[in-house]
């Protein structure tokens, strides 16, 4: 089956630093990739959607000057989160839908949890 | 406009007998189900998924789920529950009309006791 990595698993980082996180298709080129996020005990909220080559939507509410997205090539997405703040401490999930296929599928990946302290 | 409401945010039940996790659903369109299960600290599995086919869907690990129309849920069932089924369950409807679109449901967490 498809596979879809992220890197780190884990990081710690201090309040006002940037931290970015990775998002890669091992197997497959993906057209699209999503970034959630979810706080402890709650759902997946979608943060942004990212295409290959293009600039992200981010949904309402969320900062796309504070959680950059980049989106440079078929396998890895990378969102990282700037001038991070304890607040943003959650845990962090990509997934990715093939560019063939059906058109309902999308992978996610094992997610990454962030602690800012 | 869609949504997904999952009925119940806990279920606890005794290993060896059965579990119904319960989900309704509003779509515009035609919608893809799919329920998926994250267990502490990991990502996501799909265990299943509707996609306007048939309307009994099977799944892994011995779950399945069935989508009616007339009732708009697409509840998730197991016969016998396992100690390892114990995890959050997520109900997820999709559409691929107007742009890809994945709404998750709040959530499910089943509770299994010895």
């Known amino acids: 089956g498809a596979v879809v990595s992220q890197h780190p698993s884990r990081v710690i980082c201090k309040s006002g630093t940037s931290v970015k996180i990775e998002c890669r298709s091992l197997d497959f080129q993906a057209t699209t990739m999503f970034w959630y996020r979810q706080f402890p005990k709650q759902s997946l909220m979608l943060m942004a959607t990212s295409n290959e080559g293009s600039k992200a939507t981010y949904e309402q509410g969320v900062e796309k000057d504070k959680f950059l997205i980049n989106h440079a090539s078929l396998t890895l997405s990378t969102l990282t989160v700037t001038s991070a703040h304890p607040e943003d401490s959650s845990f962090y999930i990509c997934s990715a839908r093939p560019g063939q296929g059906s058109p309902y599928e999308q992978y996610f990946g094992p997610g990454t949890r962030l602690t800012v302290t | 406009a869609q949504s997904v409401t999952q009925l119940d945010s806990h279920v606890s039940v005794s290993e060896g007998t059965p579990v119904l996790l319960r989900c309704n659903y509003s779509?515009?369109?035609?919608?893809?189900l799919f329920w998926y299960v994250q267990h502490p600290n990991k990502g996501l599995q799909l265990l299943l998924k509707y996609t306007s086919a048939a309307t009994l869907v099977k799944g892994i690990n011995g779950f399945e789920a069935e989508f009616k129309k007339s009732e708009t849920s697409f509840h998730l069932t197991k016969p016998s529950a396992h100690m390892s089924d114990a995890a959050e369950y997520f109900c997820v409807v999709s559409r691929n009309t107007g742009g890809f679109k994945t709404i998750f449901g709040a959530g499910t967490r089943l509770f299994v006791k010895a």
């Open positions: 779509s515009s369109y035609s919608p893809s």
